[in-house]
């Protein structure tokens, strides 16, 4: 499976940004896709997770209510929606794929997924 993130930018407080992840090769293997961000000196954050079928998606509290996971119509590009940006949210956000099956704690550990994308660049401005 290969993962290519896109999207990012610089968006000033309050902006909006969507992302996203084209996915390739054994796609049918994903159990799910999720989006983690990872800002310097701190660890990998989840932030939002959607199962294959689409049926079931799982967000992290920092980013509950103002972002919107989804697939596009042959479930091989997910785009995050993520609105009301802050400073603090400056990181490289990453799109990585589950090949194994999951529950709903072990869906928001990055060691549960197999396959991570490059990592895009978003920037918020003050």
């Known amino acids: 499976v290969q993962l290519q993130a896109s999207g990012g930018g610089m968006v000033q407080t309050g902006g909006s940004l969507r992302l996203s992840c084209k996915s390739s090769g054994r796609t049918f293997s994903i159990y799910a896709l999720a989006w983690f961000r990872q800002a310097p000196g701190k660890e990998r954050e989840f932030l939002a997770a959607?199962?294959?079928?689409?049926?079931?998606?799982y967000y992290g509290d920092s980013v509950k209510g103002r972002s919107t996971i989804s697939w596009d119509g042959d479930r091989t590009n997910s785009k995050l929606q993520l609105n009301n940006l802050k400073p603090e949210e400056t990181a490289v956000y990453y799109c990585a794929a589950d090949t194994d099956p999951y529950n709903i704690m072990t869906i928001r550990q990055p060691r549960q997924y197999d396959y991570w994308g490059q990592g895009t660049l978003v920037t918020v401005s003050s």
């Open positions: 959607i199962s294959t079928s689409g049926g079931s998606t």
